[in-house]
């Protein structure tokens, strides 16, 4: 019994007609890396959060280190020995590294601070583990991977002995997530027990020692890692083959392979940064799909908004068969039929509180879609129908609000949206973001008939595998710079990794001077 | 499903400030049956009752329209009262300035009136557009500004000499529009021409009814509705979200401005300092019971207009309440409906299985 630092028995937990989990067990050993994947809405987020006592569950039992646990809150699990670290950090930028861990349990009498005892525990506990964090430095002089270790400092702090970690590598460079996994392998040998959730499978077998698949609230399935494999537990998680690996050389153009969109040294100055954007040029030919591969925030997001008109360039130019539409407006560009998958769905894409049908012309209205300036309901829901079959969204009910939809099904909306206006030149920003792995195969074809089709496609993606496996050619963004265009098919992981950071960049100029 | 619950929730906080209402009458030692009775004979008793209650509820259902318009873009219109001061002021003085022909004249004064509510709103809409500040504090300040303009004018300018009133002289006699007992009286139907009850009630159904259209049966509307709804995703969406901010106001502005048709050239045919009792502030209590619908607003509008009616008579026959009831119904039906969320949760727990 007592070699479980963790056991869920039985838990179920409904939001109104919604069940969450349904009879969820769950056994994690002591010292062990213990992984729980699943697709969106599975309930893996939900059963770490009833551990963590964010939410009381409707029946079952917890039991911590073999003795039955009543966690009605986070202070009860933090007295446990839980802590967790959630995908969006809680950390004050303005604070330094000590600061931010006492925050909530400042050290010393309940009057005076005892500052320096806090910071020399945060020391050790760095030491300890190989965290490698300045005590003293601010939070927003540290890169993400730095901020993340600091949530986990927090967490030891605090006695974790058990870590919950939401989806920890999705803010990470692949350099990151190595060294990453290397705290992580110190953290077990020390005796702490980790529990990750994650959707990425790859990484799932190379650091967890045991995987519990979750769909639709249940439990699928509990598998040793060494005994299985990414197939086997992609169809545990969806229920049905899936087909991990796209074959984009299946996928020709066979028209006349003329350029369809030019960017020319782009540059943009944004609030405090002269350049958020710097100099980028590239171009996309019909039937091809450009990658744009970089750790988040290095310019992606500005480098979208600029080219779908949403944001004004300070200096340089793109053309669309070879017309200048630099400064044309969101509504002109989309005329010129450029699709827009927006990077943030619901900050750009969708009108949350309105249905399906109001959504499904959103960016449309100026067409014949709508039927006009008054407007045509009856078009309207006949184009949504078309646009709901066509992709499969579920529920197909045009009256529906698209808050209540998953996520997965909200992006199919959009990209339905965007593809039916027959676009010669589409921008697909983070297509598969929160989406499940069932939708993003889907996606992936979408996209791939698109460029068969004759489109050009600039993808943006936060997720390396996706800009490798899709892309004819990736342009590799970091500080605003394209610092490299390569080949997905010769690149390895690594070099890319490199790149994305900044490190090649004087390393390429040394291999063109020699 | 929510279509029931955007009646079922309004209802259910007018129900429960009538309840209150009945405890407070109760409290102070009045017979709340009796108080209520003679609020229903009051309103729908007689023909003056129905005619004074939509004569009251008309201005409302101007105002909740223009509150409510600007909510649909998002914005928060607190200034419909210094635009319809403000229209109900040129209103007037087109209407005594210019001694046209009606058919010219009244036109006019109906142009002038929406088009002045319109730039009084328009002014805030732009500034919000051009330069991000809070439309919420501009309106209230242009509130400040539209009383303290049209007094101004009024005192020095075109009062009657020798009136101690602070209004303006009377508009021409053919700037007048239409009562509606006179309407009706070729018809065969004999209203009592005292009656305030004038064509402006019709002006403002119509203007319900297009509200309606423009909102939901329009790409303008849309357009407006995405503003409202999300402005980054209006942006994505190719609309030109500053245009719409300013158009919005605008419309919210000239909606508020046609109180002053009824007020103006309906009822007392002459600019009056005060005419307006709140009008323009009571209208976002209308448009939050309407739920902000034209036709939810409309009838918000007319349960107002009756309460607003029936205040006077029981002020009168009543021996202990006075007509203060009548602002705490309205003061509770708002609370009762901001209470929504809570009547939501409460649900939600009571329809858990146990």
């Known amino acids: 019994m007592s070699s479980y630092a963790v056991e869920l028995k039985h838990i179920s937990k409904s939001f109104g007609a919604v069940k969450a989990n349904s009879d969820v067990s769950l056994s994690i050993a002591d010292a062990s890396i213990h992984a729980v994947i699943g697709e969106n809405g599975a309930g893996k987020s939900t059963i770490m959060n009833i551990l963590y006592g964010f939410y009381l569950p409707d029946e079952g039992e917890i039991w911590i280190r073999g003795k039955k646990a009543h966690i009605r809150n986070t202070h009860d699990a933090i007295a446990l020995g839980l802590g967790m670290v959630h995908q969006h950090f809680c950390l004050a930028g303005t604070l330094t590294v000590t600061e931010n861990i006492i925050l909530g349990s400042e050290p010393g009498s309940s009057f005076l601070l005892n500052y320096t005892a806090a910071k020399n525990r945060i020391q050790e506990l760095s030491l300890q583990y190989g965290l490698q964090i300045d005590p003293d430095a601010t939070i927003d002089n540290l890169s993400v991977g730095q901020q993340q270790r600091v949530e986990i400092l927090k967490a030891l702090y605090r006695g974790a002995q058990i870590l919950i970690l939401d989806e920890p590598t999705a803010v990470l460079t692949p350099q990151e997530t190595e060294e990453f996994f290397k705290i992580l392998r110190s953290l077990k040998a020390q005796g702490k027990t980790i529990v990750i959730i994650t959707h990425k499978l790859a990484e799932v077998l190379s650091i967890s020692d045991r995987v519990t698949v979750m769909r639709a609230g249940k439990v699928v399935g509990e598998v040793e890692t060494a005994k299985t494999s990414a197939e086997e537990l992609a169809r545990m998680m969806v229920g049905r083959d899936v087909l991990l690996k796209v074959d984009r050389k299946a996928h020709r153009y066979s028209g006349p392979s003329q350029q369809v969109i030019r960017v020319s040294n782009l540059s943009l100055a944004k609030g405090f940064k002269p350049h958020a954007l710097k100099n980028i040029s590239f171009e996309i030919a019909a039937g091809e799909i450009f990658g744009i591969a970089g750790v988040e925030g290095n310019g992606q997001t500005e480098l979208i908004e600029v080219i779908a008109g949403l944001t004004k360039p300070t200096k340089g130019q793109i053309f669309l068969n070879d017309i200048d539409i630099t400064n044309y407006s969101p509504r002109e560009i989309k005329a010129l039929k450029i699709g827009h998958i927006p990077e943030d769905r619901h900050r750009r894409g969708l009108l949350l509180d309105s249905n399906l049908l109001e959504n499904s012309i959103l960016g449309l209205q100026y067409t014949q879609v709508t039927g006009g300036t008054v407007f045509d309901y009856k078009k309207i829901e006949r184009h949504t129908k078309t646009l709901i079959e066509g992709f499969d969204v579920r529920p197909p009910e045009p009256s529906l609000q698209v808050r209540g939809l998953s996520g997965g099904n909200q992006q199919k909306l959009i990209i339905a949206r965007e593809f039916s206006i027959g676009p010669q030149f589409l921008i697909a920003a983070q297509p598969t973001r929160g989406v499940d792995i069932g939708a993003i195969e889907f996606i992936y074809k979408k996209l791939l008939e698109l460029k068969e089709s004759g489109a050009a496609i600039l993808l943006v993606s936060a997720e390396l595998d996706e800009v490798l496996s899709l892309s004819d050619r990736v342009g590799v963004i970091y500080d605003g710079q394209i610092v490299a265009i390569v080949d997905p098919d010769t690149v390895s992981q690594q070099e890319l990794g490199l790149m994305m950071t900044g490190s090649t960049s004087s390393k390429e100029q040394k291999s063109v001077v020699t | ?354």
């Open chain 2, 1 to 354: 499903m929510s279509k029931l619950q955007n009646v079922f929730f309004p209802l259910l906080a007018v129900v429960a400030a009538f309840i209150v209402g009945a405890i407070v009458i109760a409290a102070v030692g009045d017979d709340p049956l009796f108080v209520y009775g003679l609020f229903f004979s009051s309103v729908f008793g007689t023909i003056d009752g129905l005619s004074y209650t939509l004569f009251y509820a008309t201005p409302l259902i101007f105002t909740g329209l223009a509150v409510a318009l600007a909510f649909h873009c998002g914005l928060l219109n607190i200034g419909a009262e210094g635009q319809l001061q403000v229209a109900a002021f040129v209103c007037a003085w087109i209407g005594f300035t210019f001694n046209l022909p009606g058919l010219l004249l009244v036109p006019m004064c109906m142009l002038g009136a929406v088009l002045a509510g319109a730039i009084w709103a328009g002014i805030p809409g732009l500034l919000k557009a051009r330069f991000g500040s809070h439309e919420v504090i501009n309106t209230i300040m242009m509130n400040f500004i539209a009383a303290g303009i049209t007094s101004y004018l009024t005192q020095y300018f075109y009062r009657e000499p020798g009136d101690p009133i602070l209004q303006t002289k009377h508009i021409y006699e053919q700037a007048h529009i239409a009562r509606i007992a006179k309407l009706l009286s070729p018809l065969g139907v004999d209203l009592p021409q005292r009656l305030p009850l004038n064509l402006s009630l019709l002006i403002a159904l119509a203007a319900a009814g297009g509200t309606y259209f423009f909102l939901w049966h329009t790409r303008w509307g849309y357009d407006l509705r995405a503003v409202g709804a999300n402005p980054a995703a209006a942006q994505y969406g190719g609309v030109n979200v500053a245009r719409n901010i300013v158009l919005a106001m605008c419309i919210s502005g000239a909606l508020a401005g046609m109180v002053a048709i009824g007020e103006v050239q309906g009822y007392r045919y002459r600019y009056y300092e005060g005419f307006s009792a709140g009008y323009g502030f009571t209208g976002i209590a209308v448009a939050l019971l309407g739920r902000n619908h034209p036709l939810g607003i409309v009838l918000a509008a007319l349960l107002f207009g009756a309460l607003q009616r029936a205040g006077l008579f029981i002020d009168i026959f009543t021996d202990r309440v006075s007509k203060d009831l009548t602002v705490i119904l309205q003061a509770t039906i708002i609370l009762f409906v901001g209470c929504e969320e809570l009547f939501r949760q409460l649900k939600r727990r009571w329809a858990k299985p146990a």
